[in-house]
């Protein structure tokens, strides 16, 4: 049995709670908050068995095996090494945080102290999604060409909202713009040559962002995100010798449609069940199970190489996080 701790009691806490119902051999054990009320009421709802003010006590908690850490990204360096300096192994949302100075510390932090680290990636270990790169690594579209796409979301969000406030990493990168970057390192890796453009608001967070990934094999990925209008959240991945077209939402598909040159269309899919957030906490428990102090399908360097990606965007379009 593996006993989970979760610290944060908001939406993506929640969901996580949910899907830990459908992992066996997971226990919700305690919950940590700032605020001693919330982690109560969340321990309620979610059958945890203790409820914590403070992230110490969480962490602090023997009887805990690992941390999933929800908060929102800019607390997430904080949280998460106050967990691994306690010896906890860690699940840390995405981004890991808000550049990679940060994320380097942490990776380096539970390296020294042999605890075990992750990036809560989810979208890499989406049952389809690891369909899709079986796929393409057995050629099935050919040599991969193009990548395609795109995270945005309606808005308007009220000036108050953290998505505007670059104390809180707001923007659309963080947030949306890493499951498109994701994609595209997943498929094709670190390119050699970015480009990016994007119109910031008045907080100076970017609104809607646009990115061009150029490699040395001559296959571009071609990326956006956004906060000002509800894109299709498609994605479509093409090669040499056919495609595949990845639905709304591409980062969590329950199924995705191959095109094959001389092939009818054929539709790939998976049973889906709850939130899609079980299949991290699967992979967590088989590498603490295995002994492992990282995931090798959501590797650190996988995380850092990433996270470079995003700095390296947001220097070119000109935001700066407080």
């Not at 949306?176 to 480009?195: D, E, F, K, N, T």
């Not at 094999?217 to 995100?225: D, E, H, I, M, Y």
Request: hydrophobic content about 45%; proline content about 5%.
């Amino acid at each position: 049995m593996t006993r989970w701790g979760i610290l944060a009691t908001g939406h993506i806490a929640s969901r996580f709670a949910e899907d830990l119902r459908l992992v066996p051999d997971a226990e919700l054990v305690a919950v940590g908050s700032r605020a001693a009320d919330s982690a109560q009421r969340f321990a309620e709802t979610y059958g945890a068995k203790r409820a914590y003010g403070s992230w110490v006590e969480l962490a602090a908690d023997p009887e805990i095996d690992v941390i999933y850490v929800a908060t929102p990204h800019a607390a997430h360096h904080e949280a998460a090494m106050t967990c691994l300096t306690a010896g906890r192994a860690v699940l840390l949302e995405k981004p890991f945080t808000l550049d990679l100075a940060t994320s380097t510390e942490l990776v380096d932090t539970a390296r020294a102290a042999g605890v075990f680290l992750m990036e809560a990636m989810w979208m890499r270990l989406n049952p389809v999604i690891r369909r899709v790169v079986e796929l393409v690594e057995q050629g099935a579209i050919g040599t991969l060409r193009n990548v395609r796409a795109d995270f945005g979301v309606a808005g308007p969000f009220p000036a108050e909202h953290r998505m505007r406030n670059p104390a809180l990493g707001g923007g659309a990168l963080l947030d949306l713009g890493i499951y498109p970057i994701s994609l595209a390192h997943l498929l094709l890796g670190v390119p050699q040559h970015i480009r990016s453009w994007a119109h910031l608001g008045p907080e100076g967070t970017d609104e809607n962002t646009g990115i061009l990934f150029g490699y040395d094999s001559g296959a571009v990925a071609t990326l956006s995100c956004g906060m000002v209008g509800a894109s299709e959240l498609s994605a479509s991945i093409t090669g040499s010798t056919g495609r595949i077209d990845l639905p709304e939402p591409f980062f969590r598909p329950g199924s995705v449609i191959l095109h094959r040159d001389g092939f009818a269309p054929e539709t790939i899919s998976a049973e889906e069940a709850g939130n899609g957030y079980q299949y991290e906490a699967i992979e967590v428990q088989r590498c603490l199970a295995a002994g492992l102090t990282e995931s090798p399908l959501v590797p650190h360097t996988t995380t850092l190489e990433v996270m470079t990606l995003l700095d390296t965007v947001r220097e070119q379009i000109g935001v700066r996080y407080e």
